[in-house]
């Protein structure tokens, strides 16, 4: 298909009452558009982080009762699933569209990583542009300002990484659905790309 844009429509699939008439809805207007960008944006990945990335489309198959509250597509380095490794997400919720770099807390090398980050705390806070934003969970929606965190904070995130089972960390921005229902598909494309291109030192970090 051909992308063009993310609609109010995109948005207002999250507020249909029941799991089979939102996954239908999904199904219909937002996964295409999911399925073009990560066919989009897997070979800019592949150059950019020197190796293979590949789309891999939420299917929310494991619902049974509660429906889906946000969906995605995720890049990772295995074809067979993206949970387990550091990745790259663009995605909605009813709220807003996101844009991660996202380590989940099925990554078994999560003490490694975040000892990593420790260690490079410096670079990464003055490199994370201010209007970025930090979340400790991929399932809920609140996120802590760049521009509000100390390195003290941020130190005590990526410790949390280290010592915490269920720990994440995700990096990104966000576009209120407003805005991002008014951007062009231009426009839509230049913001995904420059934020990959400023999340793109964390994962060669790791």
Same mark, same amino acid.
């Given at each position: 298909m051909s992308f063009n844009?993310?609609?109010?429509?995109?948005?207002n699939v999250f507020s249909i009452d029941g799991l089979e008439p939102r996954m239908e809805a999904l199904k219909t207007h937002v996964r295409p558009k999911l399925e073009f960008?990560?066919?989009?944006?897997?070979p800019t990945l592949s150059t950019m982080l020197g190796e293979e990335i590949y789309p891999h489309v939420a299917k929310h198959a494991? &619902?049974?009762?509660?429906?889906?509250?946000?969906?995605?597509?995720?890049?990772?380095?295995? @074809? %067979?699933?993206?949970?387990?490794?550091?990745h790259f997400q663009i995605g909605l919720w009813g709220?807003?569209?996101?844009i991660w770099f996202a380590i989940i807390y099925e990554a078994p090398r999560k003490?490694?990583?975040?000892?990593?980050?420790?260690?490079?705390?410096?670079?990464?806070?003055s490199h994370v542009p201010k209007d970025?934003?930090?979340s400790l969970?991929?399932?809920?929606?609140?996120?802590?300002?760049?521009?509000?965190?100390?390195?003290?904070?941020?130190?005590?995130?990526?410790? &949390?990484l280290q010592s915490v089972k269920k720990a994440e960390i995700l990096c990104g921005y966000q576009? @209120? %659905?407003?805005?991002?229902?008014?951007?062009?598909v231009q426009q839509l494309l230049d913001q995904m790309q420059t934020v990959f291109t400023v999340l793109s030192p964390l994962y060669k970090m790791l």
């Open positions: 844009g993310f609609t109010n429509t995109d948005f960008l990560g066919n989009h944006f897997a494991r &619902r049974t009762i509660n429906p889906p509250n946000d969906t995605w597509v995720a890049f990772a380095s295995n @074809p %067979r699933g993206y949970k387990m490794l550091p709220t807003h569209l996101f003490t490694e990583f975040g000892l990593t980050f420790q260690e490079n705390i410096d670079s990464i806070y970025f934003v930090w969970d991929h399932m809920k929606p609140e996120v802590l300002n760049h521009k509000d965190l100390s390195k003290e904070d941020m130190t005590k995130m990526f410790v &949390r576009i @209120p %659905r407003e805005k991002a229902a008014q951007l062009s």
